[in-house]
């Protein structure tokens, strides 16, 4: 399943660089979302390289889901799709 990288996790003073919200087609609401907590994703940037991760939760009601990588992500990668196992 694919779901596109939305934006940084952001509050109103800080960014966390390893936090993404990812919105995945099909799901609408915070229930379908949660089936999804706990899996794997991964993120392949143009030069080859990947970035591992997993869904956290969902953020919202309307079927976002946050994802926790392991390492900081670039800003190129917000628009981009993602892999999710």
Do not use: C, Y
Not at 15 to 35: C, D, F, Q, Y
């Amino acid at each position: 399943m694919d779901a596109l990288i939305s934006n940084f996790r952001l509050s109103r003073h800080t960014k966390s660089n390893n936090h993404m919200v990812l919105i995945a087609p099909g799901i609408t609401n915070r229930v379908e979302a949660e089936a999804l907590v706990d899996k794997k994703v991964t993120w392949k940037s143009s030069a080859g390289k990947e970035i591992h991760g997993k869904i956290a939760s969902p953020h919202g009601n309307k079927g976002a889901l946050r994802a926790i990588f392991e390492t900081g992500m670039p800003g190129q990668a917000i628009g981009q799709k993602v892999t999710i196992q």
